[in-house]
């Protein structure tokens, strides 16, 4: 599971720097990418993104922590 998580982690990290670097007309996952590997790239984001959504709070320690509540 540790490596779904990193895996997951660092397609989010992507994801969000791509969202970041649109606003100044940027957009790293179209660099040399074919349209079906594309949109592999976007599909795999949002996959992290949603297992991360759903998986956080039993990964994170902070989260878990219950003094923290």
Do not use: E, Q, R
């Amino acid at each position: 599971m540790k490596t779904i998580h990193m895996v997951a982690w660092v397609l989010l990290i992507v994801g969000g720097l791509n969202w970041g670097l649109h606003v100044f007309g940027y957009d790293i996952a179209t660099w040399g990418l074919p349209a079906g590997l594309l949109d592999t790239v976007y599909v795999l984001v949002g996959l992290s993104a949603l297992w991360l959504a759903f998986t956080h709070k039993h990964d994170c320690k902070t989260c878990s922590s219950s003094s923290n509540m």
